[in-house]
């Protein structure tokens, strides 16, 4: 029987079968010949990798469990014992948990570079520094990195640009376009984009970061399932529609929060009055994603009666579904950061995060006018 699927079917197997000796020897010889072993490669999670490598142009990928374990991977492709990294102060929560808790263990230590700072390394450069991992754009507050600015400032000083793409997504933004050495993304937003997978990718510039790339994902055992690496293929397909329209209802409801009483502040790169709208409109073309933030009163009441009477965005504290949500930085994302650090980023009580989907956009508005009233 010729079978012919146009949708590569599911390889939910852990191992693959070898006729000879032969066989098993062209496996070693010759890379990515065959398959082995699951934990070392599979039809479905290298289909995502590659999808994911193309968008971004890159010279190689991987898939991973999850978005943490891709920054996990981006950083070890990099560093040892012994070596120091940059990390811009506006960064997810759960990235400097990794610095902080974990790397430090084995000798790698962080030095974290307020925003304004990030063009000016040359105070924060160690000779053991390595790298600086920044994002596209920040979490929570939504701040725009200028990325071949940053890319030329590190590398004049020999260092790696990692960037966090996950907000931008490649739709918006391909950061090894400009500069960058690797770009990773937190696969279980945008990319797979219905909130039914955890997944990651790290995709890199050069043929010989992408090798140590695969070899830390598979010593490591970060590989990604068969199962999730196919409905992240799958969600990846409509990516482009999706952004837009993220895009487009983020953009309205930014406006419509930019003119309410019971609003203090808005942030959102589309507003013109954002600091960083001209870089974010060059490098997204047009387009500034569906992630926003605004401040409520620093009142913990005022901001739980709003979460208890909206209707359309529930309190999930993730991001980039089909179907909008909101989170609360303060309490999820950066509950571990010290007041002070807190302070400093300006993640205070009153700040709501929102993740825009992609509903008939009246609709949303009217549900945040009704909560916010």
Same mark, same amino acid.
């Given at each position: 029987?010729d079978?012919?699927?146009?949708?590569?079917?599911?390889?939910?197997?852990? #191992?693959f079968?070898?006729?000879?000796?032969?066989?098993l020897?062209?496996?070693?010889?010759?890379?990515g010949?065959?398959?082995m072993?699951?934990?070392?490669?599979?039809?479905?999670?290298?289909?995502?990798?590659?999808?994911?490598?193309?968008?971004?142009?890159? @010279?190689g990928?991987?898939?991973?469990?999850?978005?943490?374990a891709?920054?996990?991977?981006?950083l070890?492709?990099?560093?040892?014992?012994g070596?120091? #990294?940059?990390?811009?102060?506006?960064?997810?929560?759960?990235?400097?948990?990794?610095?902080? @808790?974990?790397?430090?263990?084995?000798?790698?230590?962080?030095?974290?570079?307020?925003?304004?700072?990030l063009?000016?390394?040359?105070?924060?450069?160690?000779?053991?520094?390595?790298?600086?991992?920044?994002?596209?754009?920040?979490?929570?507050?939504l701040?725009?990195?200028?990325?071949?600015?940053? @890319?030329?400032e590190c590398?004049r000083?020999d260092?790696?640009?990692?960037v966090?793409?996950?907000f931008?997504?490649?739709?918006?933004?391909?950061?090894?376009?400009?500069?960058?050495?690797?770009?990773?993304?937190?696969?279980?937003?945008?990319i797979?984009?219905?909130?039914? %997978?955890?997944?990651g #990718?790290?995709?890199a510039?050069?043929?010989?970061? @992408?090798?140590?790339?695969?070899?830390?994902?598979?010593?490591?055992?970060l590989?990604?399932?068969?199962?999730?690496s196919?409905?992240?293929?799958?969600?990846l397909?409509t990516?482009?529609l999706?952004?837009?329209?993220?895009?487009?209802?983020a953009?309205?409801?930014?406006?419509?929060l930019?003119?309410?009483?019971?609003v203090?502040? %808005?942030?959102?790169?589309?507003?013109?009055?954002?600091?960083?709208?001209? %870089?974010?409109?060059e490098q997204?073309?047009?387009?500034?994603?569906?992630?926003?933030s605004?401040k409520?009163?620093?009142?913990?009441?005022?901001?739980?009666?709003?979460?208890?009477?909206?209707k359309?965005?529930?309190?999930?504290?993730?991001?980039?579904?089909?179907?909008?949500?909101?989170?609360?930085?303060?309490?999820?994302?950066h509950?571990?950061l010290?007041?002070?650090?807190?302070e400093?980023?300006?993640?205070?009580?009153g700040?709501?995060?929102?993740?825009?989907?992609?509903?008939? #956009?009246?609709?949303?508005?009217?549900?945040?006018?009704?909560a916010?009233?």
């Open positions: 029987m079978i012919r699927p146009k949708i590569t079917p599911i390889y939910q197997t852990s #191992v079968k070898f006729q000879d000796l032969t066989e020897e062209t496996y070693f010889q010759e890379p010949s065959s398959y072993y699951s934990r070392n490669g599979n039809p479905n999670s290298d289909e995502l990798a590659e999808a994911v490598n193309k968008l971004e142009g890159g @010279a990928a991987v898939a991973t469990g999850s978005g943490m891709t920054i996990f991977a981006a070890m492709a990099y560093c040892r014992a070596d120091h #990294v940059l990390c811009a102060a506006d960064i997810y929560g759960g990235s400097s948990a990794l610095l902080n @808790a974990e790397l430090s263990r084995v000798g790698i230590t962080v030095t974290y570079v307020p925003f304004e700072q063009y000016n390394l040359g105070q924060f450069v160690q000779p053991t520094t390595r790298l600086l991992l920044a994002e596209t754009i920040s979490n929570p507050l701040r725009v990195a200028d990325l071949r600015r940053l @890319a030329d590398h000083h260092l790696k640009l990692v966090d793409n996950t931008a997504s490649p739709i918006l933004t391909k950061p090894l376009d400009l500069g960058a050495d690797i770009t990773l993304h937190s696969v279980t937003k945008y797979s984009g219905h909130s039914d %997978v955890t997944a #990718v790290t995709v510039a050069d043929a010989e970061t @992408a090798a140590r790339l695969r070899q830390i994902t598979m010593i490591y055992g590989t990604l399932s068969p199962m999730e196919w409905l992240a293929v799958r969600g397909k990516l482009r999706r952004v837009r329209e993220h895009s487009h209802n953009l309205a409801i930014a406006k419509m930019q003119q309410h009483p019971a203090r502040a %808005v942030y959102y790169p589309g507003l013109p009055q954002h600091e960083q709208h001209a %870089v974010a409109s997204g073309h047009g387009l500034f994603g569906g992630m926003l605004f409520l009163d620093d009142d913990p009441e005022a901001v739980s009666d709003f979460m208890r009477r909206v359309r965005f529930p309190f999930a504290p993730s991001l980039a579904g089909v179907d909008s949500s909101l989170s609360y930085p303060l309490g999820t994302s509950r571990n010290t007041p002070e650090q807190q400093t980023l300006g993640i205070s009580v700040l709501v995060r929102l993740s825009v989907g992609i509903e008939p #956009v009246e609709e949303l508005i009217a549900d945040l006018e009704q916010l009233s």
